[in-house]
């Protein structure tokens, strides 16, 4: 398998747009790839690839990252998804998008300890400790 260029779907998807323009005013296919040629200074081989490429990109647009072409030596099996063209295979990769995190239920909320949240006694001192006078109060004896 050798990689022949990719695509990112950024650019394919302008592609995909200039073609969809240029075929709702009428032009014919080589209009087209002649206009996305200039437009995104391709020419040769690497513009025949970006033209089929628009079209695998059509197919599939949800969560898109490139599409990669590539040829295929003997042996060799196809990868899932691809598209051939001619002699080369174009291979739509996608996006590994996290699965939606589930809703956490309506009565219960938040972080913190089960029975509804601050430890009693009021507010949390100093991290670094008790102050001067917090050491005066606690060291006074109460006069019995």
Same mark, same amino acid.
């Given at each position: 398998m050798k990689a022949v260029t990719e695509f990112h779907s950024l650019t394919?998807?302008?592609g995909l747009q200039a073609k969809t323009a240029l075929t709702s005013e009428g032009k014919t296919p080589e209009e087209i790839q002649a206009s996305l040629g200039e437009t995104? *200074?391709?020419?040769?081989?690497?513009?025949?690839?970006?033209?089929?490429?628009?079209?695998?990109?059509?197919?599939?647009?949800?969560?898109?990252?490139r599409v990669v072409v590539m040829r295929l030596?003997? =042996?060799?099996?196809?990868?899932? *998804?691809?598209? *051939?063209?001619?002699e080369l295979y174009y291979v739509p990769e996608f996006l590994n998008l996290a699965p939606?995190?589930?809703?956490?239920?309506?009565?219960?909320?938040?972080?913190?300890r089960q029975g509804g949240g601050k430890k009693p =006694?009021?507010?949390k001192g100093s991290p670094w400790g008790l102050s001067p006078e917090e050491k005066a109060a606690k060291n006074k004896k109460p006069a019995n």
């Open positions: 394919l998807m302008k995104f *200074k391709l020419e040769g081989e690497k513009l025949t690839c970006f033209f089929n490429a628009i079209d695998v990109a059509g197919t599939n647009q949800q969560n898109l990252k030596t003997d =042996g060799e099996i196809a990868p899932i *998804k691809s598209t *051939k063209v001619e939606p995190k589930p809703q956490a239920e309506a009565g219960k909320g938040g972080k913190g =006694g009021g507010p």
